[in-house]
């Protein structure tokens, strides 16, 4: 199991900017981050391989910015212009051969 470590999340207001980021323990295939609203299923928000393909779902595209530094084993989510529906708990996800890991999460709540 990778250990995943987040940090960043807060409380910001609508229009407003934060800057996730998670470590991870090992080397890894894929990383990257989903959210989960209160009282919905946690849902993929951007993901990128190790070889720098990325993946935004279509309610993020041109305001998040997901990033990685290989070296560091580390993953940044760059969230600008963020509105209310963003607000939930962001969960950093991390695949190898022996599978997924998450990590503890962290909430990201954007006021109106």
């Known amino acids: 199991q990778v250990q995943l470590v987040e940090s960043g999340g807060g409380l910001v207001q609508a229009g407003g900017s934060l800057r996730l980021s998670c470590v991870a323990s090992?080397?890894?295939?894929?990383m990257g981050w989903y959210r989960q609203a209160p009282g919905k299923q946690r849902d993929m928000v951007a993901i990128m391989s190790y070889g720098g393909n990325r993946n935004y779902t279509d309610s993020v595209k041109g305001r998040f910015t997901i990033s990685r530094d290989n070296a560091k084993r580390t993953v940044y989510l760059q969230m600008n212009s963020l509105k209310p529906e963003d607000t939930g708990v962001y969960y950093c996800?991390?695949?190898?051969?022996?599978?997924?890991?998450w990590g503890q999460g962290t909430q990201v709540t954007v006021s109106s």
């Open positions: 090992e080397s890894v295939f894929t």
């Open positions: 996800n991390a695949v190898t051969g022996r599978g997924a890991s």
